[in-house]
């Protein structure tokens, strides 16, 4: 997500500073835009001079303090909340007292994060889609300590990106995740109860709904630890039974089965 992100904004005419933990991490991340810009390039999607421009815009650094002048920083660290709030508090000593931070969450309350700030006003969640640089929609998400000058902030950002940002309330799983992962979770109980294989129920969903892929494709590509947490997170908020992670789903995740960040999931990747 985070190379995503920076191809969008640095697309968008934004200087982007990319952090990681690690040089090589943060490495990785500038050859993961490098390489889908490339694949534009050959597809005749943007002119050489276009990405070299975009490239340009963004830097790569292990140094929380070179975010210090940034307008805005959207964090996309692991759907975690004691990590996310750890990062908030570091992230509130080194930035200027204007930043906008945000939290790409697609779950956990952002007003947690906010709290472990000195600055709640000036939080709020920037959820982008994966693939970034593809899905339109933005879930630009209102705690209720953000001010209304960092909303619209936000949402501008969005706008400027080219997106479709749609303003919700800071609620678990906010609009499509709290639609989605029990659908998700579902389909998972129908092949732990035998009702299908996966690739008959992939095929019904896509044949009979008109997904452009079926729900156990759709699970190894958001990553199955990834769509543990986010059930673990609805059920928490609500204790609807719909979002109680089903046990073959949680066992796949005990056997570091995560879908095609592993190579392998509910399909295997590495013939691929």
Same mark, same amino acid.
């Given at each position: 997500m985070g190379s995503g992100i920076a191809e969008v904004a640095a697309s968008s005419g934004h200087t982007v500073v990319l952090r990681s933990r690690s040089q090589s991490a943060a490495d990785a991340m500038v050859a993961g835009l490098e390489k889908s810009l490339n694949r534009q390039v050959e597809k005749g999607k943007r002119t050489e001079s276009e990405?070299?421009?975009?490239?340009?815009?963004?830097?790569?650094?292990?140094?929380?303090?070179?975010? =210090?002048?940034?307008?805005?920083?959207?964090?996309?660290?692991?759907?975690?909340?004691?990590?996310?709030?750890?990062?908030?508090?570091?992230?509130?000593?080194?930035?200027?007292? %204007?930043t906008i931070l945000a939290s790409n969450t697609s779950t956990l309350p952002v007003v947690e994060l906010a709290m472990e700030t000195g600055r709640p006003d000036k939080v709020?969640?920037?959820?982008?889609?994966?693939? %970034?640089?593809?899905?339109?929609?933005?879930?630009?998400?209102?705690?209720?300590t953000?001010?209304?000058?960092?909303?619209? %902030? =936000?949402?501008?950002?969005?706008?400027?990106?080219?997106k479709e940002p749609v303003e919700v309330k800071d609620q678990a799983g906010f609009i499509v995740n709290a639609l989605l992962f029990p659908y998700l979770n579902?389909?998972?109980?129908?092949?732990?109860?035998?009702?299908?294989?996966?690739? /008959?129920?992939?095929?019904?969903?896509?044949? /009979?709904?008109?997904? $452009?892929? /079926?729900?156990?494709?759709l699970l190894d590509l958001v990553g199955l630890d990834t769509s543990l947490a986010i059930l673990d997170a609805l059920y928490d908020e609500?204790?609807? $039974?719909?979002?109680?992670?089903?046990?073959l789903l949680r066992r796949?995740?005990? %056997?570091?089965?995560?879908?095609?960040?592993?190579?392998e999931g509910f399909y295997d990747y590495h013939k691929r």
């Open positions: 990405r070299d421009q975009v490239l340009s815009r963004v830097s790569a650094t292990t140094d929380l303090a070179d975010l =210090a002048d940034c307008d805005l920083v959207i964090e996309s660290v692991v759907e975690d909340l004691a990590v996310k709030k750890h990062l908030f508090t570091e992230l509130d000593r080194t930035c200027g007292a %204007a709020c969640g920037i959820h982008f889609f994966n693939p %970034a640089p593809v899905m339109t929609l933005v879930e630009i998400v209102r705690p209720i953000a001010s209304p000058e960092t909303m619209a %902030a =936000a949402l501008a950002f969005a706008e400027t990106c080219g579902n389909a998972v109980r129908l092949l732990e109860q035998g009702v299908a294989s996966k690739e /008959g129920i992939d095929a019904a969903m896509k044949g /009979g709904c008109g997904f $452009p892929m /079926g729900p156990f494709a609500f204790r609807d $039974p719909n979002y109680a992670a089903v046990p796949m995740v005990s %056997a570091e089965l995560y879908g095609r960040k592993s190579g």
